[in-house]
């Protein structure tokens, strides 16, 4: 399982950005797939993620109201549609996706539960 983020960049606060992350080599049917993101000096933390059985999907409380989720599946592609960014925002985002029976024991925003890693993608958000 290959995975790329796409979409990471500068901008200011209160404006938007949209991830994308692209999942080759991917045939499981029950999966979940998730944005993480680690500021400087701080843990790697579970942004949103979306199971695809049951199919649904998860915020940190941080962003909810502001991100949305939302997958592509004829073009394996997962996006995160940020809106309202804040400093507190900055980080790098990665794509995690999780496939073995295990690790969908753990919640989808938990990285202890992901099997496979994106390389991430840098977003700075300025005051």
């Known amino acids: 399982v290959q995975l790329v983020e796409s979409g990471g960049g500068l901008v200011q606060a209160g404006g938007s950005l949209r991830l994308s992350c692209a999942a080759s080599?991917?045939?499981?049917?029950?999966?979940?797939i998730g944005w993480f993101r680690q500021a400087p000096e701080k843990g790697r933390e579970g942004v949103s993620c979306?199971?695809?059985?049951?199919?649904?999907?998860y915020y940190a409380d941080s962003v909810k109201g502001r991100f949305t989720i939302s997958s592509d599946n004829a073009k394996s592609t997962v996006y995160l549609q940020m809106n309202d960014l804040k400093p507190g925002d900055t980080g790098i985002y990665y794509c995690?996706?999780?496939?073995?029976?295990?690790?969908?024991?753990?919640?989808?925003?938990?990285?202890?539960?992901?099997?496979?890693w994106g390389k991430g993608t840098l977003i700075t958000v300025s005051p």
């Open positions: 979306i199971r695809s059985s049951p199919a649904r999907t």
């Open positions: 995690a996706a999780a496939t073995q029976y295990y690790s969908l024991t753990y919640s989808c925003l938990d990285r202890s539960g992901m099997d496979y």
């Open positions: 080599g991917f045939t499981a049917d029950d999966y979940a």
